[in-house]
T-cell receptor, first 113, second 115 residues
């Protein structure tokens, strides 16, 4: 089955700092890749996605590039805001038998003003 | 457009009691998922429905957990009897069955505390 390794949290940054959250995965076949975000007290929301190698997903200033050769999908943002404080989950999806998303443990991001 | 609706949002019960969670997916979404999220962990799939059929329930602890989606719309997840280790957030998600994207939309979850 699929698996995900994410940076251990919490990650604490100052406002306007540059953000990188590393994600590497193992997956069957040729997966689609997702980043979900979970704000305090809320359900998961899709942040961005990429469906083939070298695709770049982007949303709300966040970006991640599908790197097939390194099986990575690192999340980046050039200037974080306090409102970006949340837990971020990387998730590959291969379809087929076990057809749910495979989530990592999540990375808790704390942005200080 | 209304999102995925779950109820209740919070539930506190004593061990050995039964509990049920309800989910109403986004209108038109054929596929429905139940996930369990333990504290500090990512969600783990329990069961997936395509319309009213459970097509993947390999991770569902069938001795105490059951689920149904009788008319292919809303769904109920039940635990009987609950154990201390069942304390978690139970998430429902739905999607169109359109690989490879499979963009899933999540509800706010039900936080279960078993005392």
């Amino acid at each position: 089955g699929n698996s995900v390794t994410q940076m251990e949290g919490p990650v604490t940054l100052s406002e306007e700092a540059f953000l990188t959250i590393n994600c590497t995965y193992t997956a069957t076949g040729y997966p689609s890749l997702f980043w979900y975000v979970q704000y305090p007290g809320e359900g998961l929301q899709l942040l961005l996605k990429a469906t083939k190698a070298d695709d770049k997903g982007s949303n709300k200033g966040f970006e991640a590039t599908y790197r097939k050769e390194t099986t990575s999908f690192h999340l980046e943002k050039g200037s974080v805001q306090v409102s970006d404080s949340a837990v971020y989950f990387c998730a590959p999806y291969s379809g087929g038998g076990a057809d749910g998303l495979t989530f990592g443990k999540g990375t808790h991001l704390i942005i200080q003003p | 457009e209304a999102g995925v609706v779950q109820s209740p949002r919070y539930k506190i019960i004593e061990k050995k009691q039964p509990v049920a969670f309800w989910c109403n997916p986004i209108s038109g979404h054929n596929t429905l998922y139940w996930y369990r999220q333990n504290l500090g962990q990512g969600p783990e799939l329990l069961i997936r429905y395509e319309n009213e059929e459970a097509v993947d329930d390999s991770q569902l602890p069938k001795d105490r957990f059951s689920a149904e989606r009788l008319k292919g719309v809303d769904s109920t997840l039940k635990i009987q009897p609950a154990e201390l280790g069942d304390s978690a957030v139970y998430l429902c998600a739905s999607s169109f069955p359109t690989p490879p994207y499979n963009e899933q939309f999540f509800g706010p979850g039900t936080r279960l505390t078993v005392l």
